[in-house]
């Protein structure tokens, strides 16, 4: 007969451990560290297939605090928005390597500095994953310049 005091009583598994399709909305949504490294423009090369990040940001992105300033209407606002949802797995791969997500979606474990491992939403950015130090808006870059704002800051491949 199991203890009834044991630690997997007094203390559950975190959500963040749990794999992603046993998430409730409001722990996936909890998921996302606010690195904002999802929210830069990417440029994909037409014969490689290999995605380059760059430090222009969506114009809907809060640079001081790396959180879009309309997450509700992003998809209506942005025809290149992309809600990460299980059911594109394809999506992990273009994320930073650094997501929570993709992360979790192989089955790997949060990084110290994640906020719900360090419990502070600030972590992300003491530990310089964030884009707060080095983003600007795509609203200040012509198109035809985004090349120059290739970042090698974010790598998605492993």
């Known amino acids: 007969m199991p203890n009834k005091d044991s630690p997997e009583d007094i203390l559950p598994e975190p959500f963040w451990q749990l794999p992603l399709s046993e998430l409730s909305s409001e722990q996936w949504e909890?998921?996302?560290d606010g690195c904002g490294q999802c929210c830069l423009v990417?440029?994909?090369d037409d014969e490689t297939g290999d995605v380059y990040h760059t430090a222009a940001s969506c114009q809907l992105l809060d640079l001081e605090h790396c959180r879009c300033q309309d997450y509700a209407n992003r998809l209506?606002?942005?025809p290149d928005c992309v809600q990460v949802t299980l059911e594109k797995p394809e999506q992990f791969e273009w994320m930073p390597k650094t997501c929570a997500y993709r992360l979790r979606y192989r089955g790997e474990l949060l990084p110290?500095?994640?906020p719900l491992i360090s419990g502070s939403a600030e972590s992300v950015h003491?530990?310089?994953?964030s884009v707060k130090s080095y983003a600007i808006s795509e609203n200040f870059v012509h198109p035809e310049q985004l090349e120059?704002?290739?970042t090698?800051?974010?790598f998605t491949k492993k």
């Not at 003491?126 to 994953?129: K, L, N, T």
């Open 30 to 32: 909890a998921l996302c």
């Open 42 to 44: 990417k440029l994909e």
């Open 76 to 78: 209506q606002r942005i």
């Open 112 to 114: 110290d500095w994640h």
């Open 126 to 129: 003491e530990a310089g994953i």
């Open 148 to 150: 120059d704002f290739i």
């Open 152 to 154: 090698e800051k974010i």
